[in-house]
Every structure is written in structure tokens, then in C-alpha cells.
């Protein structure tokens, strides 16, 4: 209930009417190699459904940064994780990503766990967003995420190689898990062999 009245009030931050099922959260998390991962990031976990599953999994001494920009949510989460040590819950803008990072002393992430809405928030705000993940995950990491539709395909590869895509059915409604990473090149559309004028 809290999330579609929090979807009422914020549609395009919050973009979806539900939250996702256990399914999606076990192919968000698929990519993930659990025993020597030593940081995870979390961008826009509504009410924790991706959470629970990371929180679940990882090793006790992984740090799990959480960044939520609603702060009912937060409060939520709070409840919901406060005895999961190593996972900080907090009130705040994926696009900050790297001053997080360094308020715990990390120098990057190995994993980012995203979300967010990139169909449905401003262009200007999602690109902001992937610049500053592309430098938080440095060469090594990884960025992960879901798309009900494929249509922003064209811009995370903008900024990244998608190294793997899926498709989960059990959920509402389906949804595609693309795994990304930082191959250290940034392209324009017209380097890829294609323009968009729309995209974004
Ligand atoms: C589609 S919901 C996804 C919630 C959850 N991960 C799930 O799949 O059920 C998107 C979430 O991203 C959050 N969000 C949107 N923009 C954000 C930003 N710039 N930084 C952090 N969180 C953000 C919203 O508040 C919302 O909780």
C-alpha cells in the first residue's frame, strides 16, 4: 500500500504502481559473485524487495550501500535491515553515488544494484546518474539492472557493454535484467553506428 500511495505522489521518480517480486530479485542478483565481492550499491529500493535478497546473500563483512531518495522508504528500510550488519540505508540521490563511496572509505563498487526508473526520469537526471556509476564501479565493477521494455538499451550503451541480458517472466509485469560494464569507452550515438534523436 505505501508504495502506490508513494507512486500517487511521485509517478515519474517512483515509475512503477508495484513493487517487484522475489523472482526479479533473484535474477538482480544472479550476476553477483557473493564470496569476494567486498562492496554493493543499491540505487532506488523502494520497500527492499532487492534488498532482502542482497542482504540475504552477502557475506557478513560486505558493505551494502542502500540509496534511497524517498524518505518514507527510508524509514522503512531502516526498520527492516537494521540488524544486517554492514548495510547502511541512506536518505538520498544515486547521482551521488562517489561522495557516499567516500564517506566509507571505499574506493569503489564492485556491484550496482539498480531500480531506478530510467524510462520515466528526466534525461538530464539519468544521464548525471550513469556518468557518475561509470566511475563509481571503476573498470572492475559491475551495473545492474531492470527494464520493462528494452527501449533504454540505446542509452546505457551509451556509457557501457552489456555483457548479458535476461528475461524474467514471473513478474509484473516481466521484466529484462541487463548486466553492464565500464569497457572505459564513452560513444556517441553516431560511434555506434546509429542515431536516436530521441533517446534519453
Ligand atoms: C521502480 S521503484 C523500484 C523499487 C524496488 N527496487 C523494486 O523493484 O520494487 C524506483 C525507486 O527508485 C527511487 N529513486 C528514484 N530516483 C532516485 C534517485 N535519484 N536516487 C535514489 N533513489 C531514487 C524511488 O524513490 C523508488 O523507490
Not at 55 to 78: G, P, W
Request: net charge positive.
Amino acid at each position: 500500500m505505501n508504495f502506490f500511495v508513494e507512486y500517487l505522489k511521485h509517478p515519474r521518480i517512483i515509475g512503477a504502481v508495484l513493487p517487484s517480486g522475489k523472482n526479479l530479485a533473484r535474477q538482480m542478483v544472479a550476476p553477483i559473485h557473493f564470496d569476494t565481492c567486498r562492496c554493493i550499491v543499491e540505487y532506488g529500493p523502494g520497500t527492499g524487495v532487492f534488498t532482502a535478497e542482497l542482504a540475504r546473500r552477502k557475506k557478513e563483512s560486505t558493505r551494502l550501500l542502500v540509496i534511497e531518495q524517498n524518505a518514507s522508504f527510508c524509514a522503512e528500510l531502516r526498520k527492516k535491515f537494521e540488524n544486517v550488519p554492514n548495510v547502511f540505508i541512506l536518505h538520498g540521490d544515486a547521482g551521488r553515488v562517489e561522495d557516499y563511496l567516500k564517506r566509507y572509505g571505499i574506493d569503489h563498487a564492485d556491484y550496482i544494484v539498480s531500480g531506478l526508473p530510467f524510462a520515466s526520469l528526466p534525461k538530464e537526471v539519468a544521464k548525471d546518474i550513469l556518468n557518475a556509476t561509470r566511475r563509481a564501479m571503476g573498470r572492475s565493477g559491475s551495473f545492474i539492472t531492470f527494464q520493462y521494455t528494452l527501449l533504454k538499451k540505446r542509452l546505457f550503451t551509451e556509457y557501457f557493454r552489456i555483457a548479458h541480458t535476461s528475461y524474467e517472466v514471473k513478474n509484473f509485469p516481466p521484466a529484462y535484467v541487463l548486466t553492464m560494464q565500464n569497457d572505459g569507452k564513452k560513444r556517441s550515438g553516431r560511434e555506434r553506428g546509429w542515431i536516436y534523436p530521441d533517446c534519453g
